[in-house]
């Protein structure tokens, strides 16, 4: 017996990073998953685990979304995962650069809770994820102001859904972790000016000598979206290895 056995769970940005972490996860756990992303090429690399549907999907187009609603009459716990880091303060963030994160980072939530949280008070049970970070109101970080701003944001919105509707069944909590190990952080550390300085600044500023793994936050993953923790909500579930100590 699996722990998510009988589960059926939609996870976004499931190509890679936490995301893929995750859908393996749950599909080793029992669930049915389908993982999103709009890289349809990596998305094809899950294919090889059984229990992960894969689709291509936008979350920040309301339009695909609304159809992939449609099609799926029955999701116990929506993963909320796409997101994108910008680098810089507020004088370095350009109207541009708050108006794509923003949309990215908290609209898609916003669109995916709007569209899968009716089918969930029609069956008085439903599980929302949301993918935050140590990097908003928990915690000031340089260089992140728009992507902190809007990590905070996706806090209060967890804890506006789990306010508005624990007493129809549904539950929403939000992940926030410190700095993880995936394919867009080490591309973000090649993109610096000095590669190797910037992945020790990333490692200094880790009390545990190491940076976090993708599947152990996947850990975390599967204890929320499991029946484990049915008395959990309205939480920031933080894995940080003490950064924010």
Avoid at 68 to 97: P, Q
Wanted: glycine share 8%; with cysteine; proline share 2%.
């Amino acid at each position: 017996m699996g722990r998510l056995d009988g589960k059926v769970i939609l996870l976004s940005a499931g190509a890679q990073g936490i995301g893929r972490a995750a859908a393996v996860a749950f599909a080793k756990e029992g669930a049915e998953v389908i993982a999103t992303d709009v890289n349809e090429d990596k998305l094809k690399e899950l294919h090889q685990y059984p229990g992960i549907k894969t689709r291509v999907l936008d979350v920040t187009k309301k339009d695909q979304i609304e159809v992939l609603a449609k099609e799926l009459d029955k999701v116990d716990v929506l993963f909320n995962v796409a997101g994108f880091v910008h680098h810089g303060t507020v004088l370095d963030c350009e109207e541009g650069d708050w108006d794509f994160t923003m949309n990215l980072n908290v609209r898609s939530m916003y669109l995916m809770i709007r569209a899968f949280l009716p089918q969930m008070l029609a069956r008085k049970s439903g599980n929302i994820i949301n993918m935050s970070s140590v990097a908003s109101s928990i915690k000031g970080v340089v260089n992140r102001c728009v992507y902190s701003t809007s990590k905070a944001a996706i806090i209060g919105l967890t804890k506006s859904v789990a306010a508005d509707f624990i007493e129809q069944g549904i539950r929403c909590n939000c992940i926030c972790p410190g700095t993880v190990d995936t394919p867009s952080l080490r591309e973000r550390i090649q993109a610096r000016p000095n590669p190797e300085q910037a992945l020790k600044d990333f490692l200094a500023r880790q009390k545990t000598g190491r940076m976090c793994t993708a599947e152990e936050v996947a850990h975390l993953c599967v204890f929320l979206a499991s029946d484990e923790s049915a008395y959990v909500t309205g939480t920031e579930q933080i894995i940080d290895g003490g950064w924010s100590l």
